[in-house]
């Protein structure tokens, strides 16, 4: 299976020595700069999703980043926190995602990339639509996204969302643009048909 190497490295690891990365072949003489985009992944559990639930959560993300994306991937899970109250939209009992990235922001250290995890139902103004309901929002190369399962019928979809948003997140990438259903990469548009998404395309992998 080829690895994904996505066109944008926002961290570049240095090898000392000959360095093999997790699942692949290739590596790093004495003295070279390998192209290697690393991370420190924080999942940050909201409200009633527990710590144990998001610990759980990190061989499978191990085992599907390592496999659809080249690089190196350190995950830390933190203590659940309380969604903020300005989040919170009575008349349609959802939160709003935006007070939520934000708070996502002022917690960043470093270069930390920060995975929020949550059950219940979130929106944002989308498609027309002012507090559309949504399954995940990630904010394109800063860092911070949220995810929620409220809306996944089948709850071991819940890392291709993560997998997606991350790669908004962290490379900046785009929706597929052939909007391939069976691509991790492809627009919800609502209809979020995960079960069908099991690869990323050739227009979003770089070999």
């Known amino acids: 299976m080829k690895k994904i190497i996505l066109l944008l490295f926002p961290l570049l690891c240095s090898c000392n020595g000959k360095t093999t990365l997790p699942g692949n072949s290739d590596s790093c003489d004495v003295d070279t700069t390998c192209l290697c985009p690393h991370a420190t992944i924080v999942l940050q559990p909201y409200d009633n999703f527990t710590r144990k639930e998001a610990e759980k959560l990190v061989p499978v993300l191990q085992k599907h980043f390592d496999r659809w994306l080249f690089g190196r991937w350190n995950f830390i899970v933190n203590n659940p926190a309380p969604l903020p109250k300005t989040s919170f939209i009575a008349s349609k009992n959802r939160y709003d995602v935006t007070p939520i990235l934000n708070y996502e922001r002022s917690i960043i250290k470093g270069n930390e990339i920060i995975v ?68 991790f990469m492809k627009d919800a548009k609502g209809h979020g048909n995960f079960h069908r998404q099991n690869r990323l395309c050739d227009s979003c992998r770089r070999d």
């Open 116 to 183: 929020g995890l949550t059950h219940r139902d979130i929106c944002t103004d989308s498609h027309g639509h002012k507090n559309y309901g949504i399954v995940g929002m990630s904010r394109l190369g800063n860092q911070v996204c949220l995810i929620s399962d409220k809306r996944l019928s089948n709850k071991s979809d819940y890392w291709k969302v993560i997998l997606h948003e991350f790669i908004h997140t962290f490379y900046s990438g785009k929706h597929c643009p052939n909007d391939d259903p069976t691509c």
